[in-house]
């Protein structure tokens, strides 16, 4: 690596300091942005198919061969759309609206580690900027909802905006117990505190606030039955009822990152990351050594997105105070009554919490 | 930084793509905002209910006791009985603060 480094300098001289340094880093978010772009396209796919097998339907099927190049077909669709600016919307924030979703939304992926060293950047606080960079998604949807001037969005920003700060707080909460056996807010760190077998996963001891940690997922990001923000059959399509075209497909593309985000958080938080559910265990250990741990993490999150999937094809609507009931007076309670729970044990050393 | 710009880009990006593939053929109607059909009855900058308010003034409060409690939770398994006590005192005065809001019914939504 370093050779290859001596060789670029030697080709380009002045290809040194801070530029080489921002041109790498560079190198490496587009390196991880493409792809993730190409797993949202086919992500969408792959949730029209699955719902449509779901509910006895083939879904689509009929560009390209079993219907492979659907998403393609659509992004081609959606750029040749006419972006419809509104008479009455306040132009600059109703275009700054859908940068400001999913700039976040990418600039999440930054702290995430796929495998061991496999990182963009190795912050000490990424959990930290996890949350603060996430907290910032909601002002898109707000400002979305606000700029465009019309009802049905002013009310899906204002559904969202409580909807998310709720759930945010049990979020937060949530990644205090982890951060708590970790002893780290270091997404790396926490990763590596999970090392040694199945069950030394987070999942075991935090049971509870694995549950309320993907539930809370999926209210974050909008997904059935929480999908009160855009529900169709209550306010027509909540916040991007006035967006149409790419404006809509930005928003989309951050929606969808960031319901793949999660689903990574939750294998990195309680699924042990990039670490191989056969450790530990003999002869699989040895059997299975040579799969890479990027690998195993990315199935873990497949299945995590799938469940998302599943989910919204089982699940019925919410009502909305249901929703804010479930968030304020079951798992706000709970999650404060685990970090008592779980610190305690750690005082007694008690079980596999310290 | 270079990802929060990358975003960024890829936010403007495809808008400026869509702008400039896609046909552009304004009118009044389609500019006009979204009602189901009829024309809007009222300004759309309309009153909305308080609880919305009060969620978002709690939710600032149990957000700073987060970012409170992180700090504590990254080192609590060195602090010992010490820690866990001040942690108490702490969740306890929160917990107290919670019941008070939820007798007075501020989590109610009907």
């Known amino acids: 690596m370093i050779a290859f480094w001596q060789w670029i300098h030697a080709l380009i001289p002045w290809f040194d300091g801070a530029i080489a340094t921002i041109v790498i880093i560079l190198i490496k978010a587009i390196a991880l942005v493409m792809p993730l772009m190409l797993v949202v396209a086919y992500f969408t796919y792959a949730e029209r198919k699955v719902i449509g097998y779901m509910q006895l339907r083939v879904g689509p099927n009929r560009v390209g061969p079993k219907g492979w190049l659907q998403p393609i077909a659509d992004a081609l669709k959606l750029m040749t759309k006419e972006i419809i600016f509104p008479s009455k919307a306040n132009i600059y924030l109703f275009l700054l609206a859908p940068v400001l979703a999913i700039a976040p939304a990418i600039a999440i992926w930054a702290v995430i580690p796929f495998d061991e060293g496999m990182y963009v950047a190795n912050l000490d606080i990424s959990l930290l900027y996890v949350l603060a960079i996430g907290s910032v998604g909601v002002y898109g949807i707000i400002l979305a909802g606000w700029a465009s001037n019309s009802k049905y969005p002013l009310l899906g920003a204002l559904r969202s905006a409580s909807l998310l700060v709720s759930y945010e707080i049990v979020i937060g909460f949530a990644l205090v117990t982890v951060v708590m056996i970790a002893g780290s807010v270091n997404l790396n760190d926490i990763v590596m505190a999970q090392k040694g077998s199945i069950l030394n996963w987070y999942w075991i001891p935090l049971f509870p606030m694995m549950i309320i940690f993907f539930i809370s997922a999926l209210v974050e990001t909008n997904r059935a039955p929480f999908d009160v923000v855009e529900g169709e059959s209550e306010i027509v399509g909540g916040t991007h009822v006035e967006y149409s075209g790419m404006t809509f497909a930005v928003f989309f593309l951050a929606e969808y990152a960031n319901m793949i985000f999660m689903a990574v958080l939750a294998v990195i938080l309680f699924f042990g990351g990039w670490h191989s559910p056969f450790e530990g265990i003999a002869y699989l250990e040895a059997g299975f050594a040579w799969v890479p741990g990027i690998i195993w993490l990315l199935a873990k999150s497949t299945f995590f997105m799938f469940l998302y999937l599943w989910i919204r094809a089982t699940f019925p609507r919410f009502r909305y105070d249901q929703i804010m009931r479930l968030s304020w007076k079951v798992f706000l309670p709970w999650t404060i009554v685990w970090i008592f729970v779980v610190a305690l044990m750690t005082q007694l050393k008690i079980g596999p919490w310290f | ?110």
């Open chain 2, 1 to 110: 930084m270079v990802f929060i710009f990358l975003g960024i880009a890829f936010g403007i990006g495809p808008m400026l793509i869509g702008y400039l593939l896609g046909p552009s053929k304004p009118d009044e109607e389609k500019n006009s905002q979204f009602e189901c059909g009829f024309p809007a009855f009222d300004d759309s900058r309309m009153y909305f209910n308080v609880r919305y308010y009060l969620v978002a003034i709690l939710f600032i409060l149990f957000d700073l006791e987060v970012a409170f409690v992180f700090p504590w939770a990254v080192v609590q398994s060195q602090l010992g009985w010490f820690g866990f006590v001040a942690i108490s005192i702490f969740l306890f005065l929160l917990v107290v603060g919670f019941i008070f809001e939820w007798k007075k019914g501020a989590l109610e939504w009907e």
